[in-house]
């Protein structure tokens, strides 16, 4: 099963950015561990990071044929990211989206997120252990039999 993982614009600061609301975890240890889980839960993962929406779609649509799932962080892109809206509403499989903080409890205008509707989860507010979470309740739904 390949699950792809989508970082979107400014993640690639992870451990310098606002370690106040981030942390001080990098984008390369959080790869290092979803990884080490991937391994453990006997699935590969495709991942890329861009500060350009473009690049996440093309990302999403080269991938459409050959990946069961993908988890999305979509970053800046949350509230205005309508094209990759689209591409993961173009997605024959589910997507989940991935937040280090809870976008809820911050500013105002980032509790809205445009990419939520197109996904079929969300997960946020548990720091690095977000994205473990939601690659372990992604490979367990592709998992289950149809209908449960």
């Given at each position: 099963m390949k699950i792809l993982v989508l970082h979107g614009p400014n993640l690639n600061l992870f451990g310098r950015r606002e370690p106040h609301i981030y942390g001080t975890t990098t984008l390369a240890e959080i790869d290092a561990r979803l990884q080490t889980l991937a391994g453990e839960l006997g699935v590969t993962l495709e991942r890329i990071q861009s500060n350009h929406e473009g690049d996440l779609v093309d990302?999403?649509?080269?991938?459409?044929?050959?990946?069961?799932?993908?988890?999305?962080?979509?970053?800046?892109?949350?509230?205005?990211?309508?094209?990759?809206?689209d591409?993961?509403?173009?997605?024959?499989?589910?997507?989940?989206?991935?937040?280090?903080?809870?976008?809820?409890?911050?500013?105002?205008?980032?509790?809205?997120?445009?990419?939520?509707?197109?996904?079929?989860g969300t997960v946020q507010g548990l720091g690095p252990q977000s994205y473990l979470a939601a690659l372990r309740a992604l490979v367990e739904m592709q998992r289950q039999p149809a209908g449960t």
């Open positions: 990302f999403l649509h080269t991938h459409i044929d050959d990946a069961q799932g993908a988890l999305v962080n979509p970053a800046g892109l949350t509230q205005h990211g309508v094209s990759l809206h591409a993961i509403k173009a997605m024959p499989f589910p997507v989940i989206e991935v937040h280090m903080s809870n976008i809820a409890a911050r500013e105002a205008w980032r509790a809205h997120s445009i990419i939520s509707p197109a996904v079929r």
